[in-house]
């Protein structure tokens, strides 16, 4: 969250393509999207898993590292899924997060009403919806302290 804090108070507003409206106020709603949709619902997602945990940190950290480096690895964050090959293009599309960054990548192109947006949304509020209704399980099952 900080490093995209920092890396938007950084550009101007001739770093965004020409024509853009409000570059800044968009700039801040991609920060919101990607922090508020989709970061709520993998934060609960956390700590249900860190609940699940308790008392054995080791298994904390190894589903967790198990499923995120994968999770960004298809999500085509790291590298470019077009060139890479069919099975991870077909696993990519079971990723929500592979639609939130192809919506951040639409915004910064300057598409502000895309298709891909919309997924993006979607896909955010899929895993908000699903990560927030595992976290308040967990924690009115009484588990969590």
């Known amino acids: 969250m900080a ?8 550009w101007s507003s001739t770093s965004f393509p020409s024509g853009w409206p409000g570059s800044a106020a968009t700039a801040a709603a991609v920060v919101m999207h990607d922090i508020l949709i989709f970061g709520v619902g993998l934060g609960a997602l956390s700590y249900a898993l860190a ?6 940190d080791w298994i904390f ?8 480096f994968p999770m960004l690895l298809l999500a085509g964050i790291l590298l470019p899924l077009e060139g890479g090959p069919g099975w991870m293009r077909a696993l990519s599309k079971a ?12 915004l910064f192109d300057g598409e502000l009403i895309d298709a891909a947006v919309a997924r993006g949304v979607v896909a955010g ?13 967990v ?3 009484g588990t969590a302290g």
């Open 61 to 68: 950290w190894t589903v967790q590292q198990t499923l995120m």
């Open 95 to 106: 990723n929500p997060l592979t639609y939130l960054v192809d919506a951040e990548r639409a």
């Open 3 to 10: 490093s995209r804090v920092l890396k938007l108070s950084t």
């Open 51 to 56: 609940v699940a945990s308790k008392g054995q």
């Open 139 to 141: 924690m009115r099952s």
């Open 125 to 137: 509020a899929a895993t908000c919806a699903v990560g927030l209704a595992v976290g308040v399980r």
